[in-house]
């Protein structure tokens, strides 16, 4: 009986450098928006999560930024979730970290944003969902970055995209696709879905 080698397929990365250059992953893309002196800051980011099934929420950044320092002196973030047609303007919103950018603040203060009642929090305009948080705490020491971790505070998700119940969930996503951000540098629609094969009984 031959023995397949197990890895034979794979190849081994040098972890004392980035791993995440040399493979893709699948991530969300929000928009970040943080209190930035008279106004607001927007940064795109895909590494986000939300933080177990409570109303917390977390995301990577790093202290030469200036969302860290925004929301380290402000105390709130705000989340949007940009559709897949919204694609330009979440690139848009980086445009300030870019080594020329003598418009930037022009094209940025283009982007269309609403602001919550309180005048506290700004949102992509049009984007399906939207978080309200205040600062929970922030994570220092991995390496030159830092897990920035919410309460969110308000929510609010548009109505078509809004799970009503189990059925018509294909057509829900397919006329109403989600975006997803592949690392390094690619991005899709999604708007083919399965259901998830679970076992039976189970809970999470």
Known sequence: ????????????????????????????????????????????????????????????????????????????????????????????????RCAVNNFSKDITDQIPTVMNQEQTAIFIEDSYVMLDCSLHKIIDGFDDYSLITGKVENALVHKDYKIISDKGQQKQIYDHPLLAYIAQGRFASIKETLSYPYPKDFQR
């Open 1 to 96: 009986m031959q023995v397949k080698e197990p890895f034979k397929d794979f190849v081994s990365l040098n972890v004392k450098e980035s791993i995440w250059e040399h493979f893709y992953t699948v991530a969300p893309l929000v928009v970040i928006g943080s209190k930035e002196g008279n106004g607001f800051d927007l940064a795109p980011k895909h590494m986000v999560t939300p933080l177990g099934f409570s109303d917390f929420f977390g995301f990577v950044c790093t202290p030469r930024h200036n969302t860290y320092q925004n929301i380290n002196r402000h105390l709130r973030f705000s989340v949007s979730f940009v559709k897949p047609d919204q694609i330009l303007l979440s690139s848009l919103a980086a445009i300030p």
